[in-house]
């Protein structure tokens, strides 16, 4: 709400709750505002900058006027609340909030999503990585995308702009990525550089001109526990450097072990590299037949390569609805059996799945379906499609593998009700 003190050009704002995007909200004159750089508890000035919209408004925070408890000196001085706002560097708006306060609130946003969004009242506990409460959530970054704007000078985008801040530090990469970021160094013709710390061999530092040329490098390696995983330089990766772990041991232990036939039509869709095909291949054995299904074409043939060990993996490069749409239009009696006897990795894009992808699974009637997640809101809407159409989310867990940012990674498991 407003109370006293607002001034011409800026308003006095009681923040109420954290709202899905790394944004908090406060009412104004009954209206929602949603405002970065504060959280619920404070009271904050801050300065209207959108007024468009009929229902909401967005703002920014100008200065805190009564901190919450759980308010600590951001962890990186660029994006910390004493610069202006436009100067604040954006890809760390937790940073000014206590490590276990920032999972408290990424658990509300996600327990929220999905009972708003879902019609599924669930807890669920945001487990952190190995190493992170010690290191404070720092250095955990394998890779980062700057940016190089006309002048040549590299950095990130200050938050919510496509303005180039630049910087002295970035204290949520590895201390590899930091020692071989460009900071400072100007890089004119270029529009963006990757830095990548592969978890085997040099860092590798990436330019893109502003026609999205690359030099072409040499894929990257990236080991998983004792297993070694080749990925085109511009391909996805977790960014994490242990979540690929963490994932690779959630998608194995979430899924019922009884439900899983080793010689059914078993799906990794959205599969990159093959990360969970292989999960279930080390977990299930030698025999384990599965389809990876991703429709980046690089990707696909790195998923083939480092699956070769398994007879029964296949890689398909498709875009995953019009693939299930064909095995729902085109599959015979016995085809059929095995997909009824499957299990179903789907690990989509921000976006989630949708209701065309959620509609095809449902039809072929697997017996267990493993969701990883990375947007809340996505999942919790696919969930509720799943749960109309017959599949209840059995179980549910939560990993922090972004701190300081908003971001949130979900692993859900669903079964068939009428099985
Ligand atoms: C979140 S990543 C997951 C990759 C992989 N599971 C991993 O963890 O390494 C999503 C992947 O889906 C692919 N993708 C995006 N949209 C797709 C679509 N409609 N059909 C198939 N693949 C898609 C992307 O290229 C990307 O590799």
């Known amino acids: 709400m407003s109370i006293s003190g607002d001034t011409a050009d800026s308003i006095v704002l009681e923040i109420s709750n954290v709202a899905h995007g790394g944004v908090f909200v406060a009412r104004h004159e009954g209206r929602v505002v949603f405002v970065p750089d504060t959280m619920p508890g404070e009271t904050v000035r801050a300065r209207i900058t959108d007024d468009s919209k009929k229902s909401f408004w967005r703002a920014e925070t100008l200065e805190v006027l ?20 436009d100067e604040r560097a954006g890809g760390a708006e937790f940073g000014h909030i206590a490590l276990p306060h ?13 009972q708003r969004f879902g019609g599924i009242e669930r807890d669920v506990e945001v487990e952190a990585a190995p190493g992170d409460d010690e290191a404070n959530g720092l250095g955990y ?27 002295d530090d970035l204290p949520l990469a590895t201390s590899a990525v930091q020692q071989a970021a460009p900071l400072g160094t100007p890089m ?29 490098g040499e894929p990257l390696v990236e080991r998983v526990g004792t297993r070694e995983f080749q990925v085109a330089e511009e391909g996805f990766w977790q960014v994490h450097r242990h979540a690929a772990d963490v994932l690779t041991r959630a998608v194995q232990d979430i899924l019922v072990d009884d439900e899983f036939d080793p010689q059914a039509f078993n799906l990794d869709l959205y599969g990159g590299v093959g990360l969970f095909a292989a999960a279930l291949g080390d977990k299930f054995g030698r025999t384990t037949r599965i389809t990876t299904v991703e429709s980046e074409t690089t990707a696909t043939d790195w998923a083939a390569e480092n699956l070769a060990e398994w007879v ?5 490069t498709d875009r995953v609805d019009r693939y299930l749409q064909r095995l729902v239009r085109s599959v015979g009696a016995s085809e059929r ?8 990795v789907l690990d989509p894009p921000r976006s989630g799945a949708g209701k065309n992808v959620v509609s095809a699974l449902v039809d072929l009637h697997p ?22 159409a017959g599949y209840e989310l059995d179980r549910l867990r939560a990993f922090d593998l972004f701190p300081h940012t908003h971001h949130l990674e979900s692993v859900a498991l669903l079964r068939p009700t009428n099985r």
């Not at 990186?76 to 706002?85: G, N």
């Not at 029964?312 to 398909?316: D, F, N, R, T």
């Open 312 to 316: 029964g993996a296949q890689a398909i």
């Open 141 to 167: 970054r394998s890779r980062v995308s700057l940016h190089v704007d006309e002048e040549g000078r590299v950095g990130p985008f200050a938050a919510r702009s496509h303005r180039v801040v630049p910087v």
């Open 337 to 344: 059996r095995r997909l009824q006897a499957a299990t179903i």
């Open 102 to 114: 920032q999972r408290e609130l990424k658990r509300h946003v996600l327990v929220d999503a999905l």
């Open 367 to 388: 017996a267990q379906i493993v969701y990883v997640a990375c947007d809340p809101v996505a999942l919790a809407r696919d969930l509720g499609s799943f749960r109309d």
């Open 66 to 85: 009564t901190p919450a408890p759980e308010r600590v000196p951001h962890i990186w001085s660029a994006a910390a609340i004493d610069r202006a706002p």
């Open 188 to 216: 004119p013709g270029l529009e963006r550089v990757d830095v990548i710390a592969p978890s085997v061999g040099a860092t590798r530092v990436v330019g893109t001109d502003p026609d999205g040329r690359r030099r072409a």
